[in-house]
């Protein structure tokens, strides 16, 4: 069954607004208007998760969630999110002190909204109602031109933004089998479960799976890649298509990092995968593997509407510009990630990745927006004009 949540707002844009994105992710949605109604409703109804505004008729939303946990009493506990003015720090600490378990500032992204709902959802009862619907399980790969281009830096802090602010399920795969460098951008020196555990075992199975992959602070989890280049060659071509196949029945996303080798077991992977992001900078070795690339892709008879081009460092200055490059390459560039050195690099020699400690940074916010593009595009409601302008 479907987790209900209660809407207590008295401003009808509101509840239309947020009946209307609840509903759209599979939520049963129940509304009322003023404090006094939603102490009774949730009497009644006993919701999955409460949405309290703040400034309402008869109680306010302070007295509301204060009420609601007396009532408790040590028993189930309801989760809330208060919705609070922007800004307003007091209202933030009362809201919390009333017995909210979180809040959201108005206004608010519909994506923010559901991460912080399923997270509140999962964190009380992780059993039965943590997702509304069942994984997505959509596989892309992350493939890079040249190396140093920015691949793993987009795998990497796009799986976490498609977690953190987009609300979906996410694990990342290490696909870089001999030199993956996952451990390094996320500060895992010495863990050495990786995907060699898996291909090692006589029959591979989801238990095994789950059991060897790692979680990372930011919620998403890891599969590793080899610890040293010996024990790559352990993972055959036809190792990993199982595996991808296992995860993809359990999360609604499968970002593969892969690098930049047309080889057997990267075209497996290019099989698996839903799109293929080609990421790019905007020189010439880079253009010309993107054009080997994409032809080899076509004469394997590989559908080139599954191939899309990441344009990254696109604000750094290199004398070929976005027209050139698209002209090079007779194709239109689909996403673009802005140049932002500083915020990349320190990223990286800290371990900590850029949407962990700079999500406010020019990087943190272009790759949160392609993100947000990303899951448009999975689930169908991306125009394909306003995307190819991105
Ligand atoms: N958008 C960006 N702006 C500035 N520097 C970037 C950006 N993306 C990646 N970098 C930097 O480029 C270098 C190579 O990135 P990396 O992700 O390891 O590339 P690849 O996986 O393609 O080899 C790193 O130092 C990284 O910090
Ligand atoms: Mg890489």
Do not use: C
Not at 50 to 61: A, E, N, Q, R, V
Not at 234 to 259: F, H, K, N, Q
Request: net charge negative; glycine share 6%; aromatic share 4%.
């Amino acid at each position: 069954m479907a987790p209900t949540i209660l809407v207590v707002d008295d401003d009808p844009n509101v509840q239309r607004l947020l009946s209307y994105t609840l509903r759209q992710e599979g939520f049963e949605v129940s509304v009322v208007a003023d404090g006094a109604e939603a102490v009774r409703a949730w009497q009644v109804e006993r919701p999955s998760l409460i949405l309290l505004d703040i400034m309402l008729p008869k109680l306010d939303g302070y007295a509301v969630a204060q009420r609601i946990r007396e009532d408790e009493a040590g028993g189930n506990h309801t989760p809330i999110i208060m919705l609070t003015a922007e800004g307003d720090v007091e209202q933030r600490v009362r809201g919390l002190r009333a017995g909210a378990d979180d809040y959201l500032m108005k206004p608010f992204h519909p994506a923010e909204l559901l991460a912080r709902i399923r997270g509140l959802l999962s964190r009380f009862a992780p059993s039965e109602e943590a997702v509304a619907r069942p994984p997505s399980g959509h596989v892309i790969a992350f493939y890079g031109a040249k190396g140093g281009v920015g691949a793993t830096t987009l795998a990497v802090n796009t799986a976490i933004a498609l977690h953190r602010n987009v609300g979906r399920s996410v694990v990342l795969v290490d696909g870089n089998l001999q030199f993956g460098d996952h451990r390094v951008f996320l500060d895992l020196g010495l863990d050495r479960k990786s995907v060699v555990d898996i291909v090692s075992a006589p029959t591979i199975d989801a238990e095994l799976v789950r059991q060897v992959l790692v979680r990372h602070d930011s919620g998403i989890d890891l599969l590793l890649a080899p610890p040293s280049p010996e024990t790559a060659e352990l993972v055959t071509p036809e190792a990993l298509p199982p595996i991808l196949d296992i995860l993809r029945a359990s999360y609604d996303y499968v970002v593969v990092d892969v690098d930049k080798r047309l080889d057997e077991v990267n075209l497996r992977i290019f099989d698996a995968a839903e799109v293929i992001y080609v990421v790019l900078t905007a020189d010439l070795s880079s253009l010309k593997n993107v054009r080997i690339m994409l032809e080899t892709l076509a004469n394997l008879g590989y559908d080139s509407a599954r191939v899309q081009l990441v344009l990254n460092r696109s604000t750094a200055f290199t004398g070929i510009n976005v027209k050139n490059a698209e002209g090079a390459l007779r194709r239109t560039l689909d996403h673009q990630v802005l140049n932002d050195y500083r915020a990349a690099i320190s990223a990286l020699n800290s371990g900590a990745p850029v949407l962990d400690t700079k999500a406010e940074s020019p990087l943190g916010k272009a790759i949160v927006a392609f993100a947000q593009a990303i899951d448009a595009d999975a689930m169908g409601t991306a125009s394909p004009r306003s995307r190819a302008r991105r």
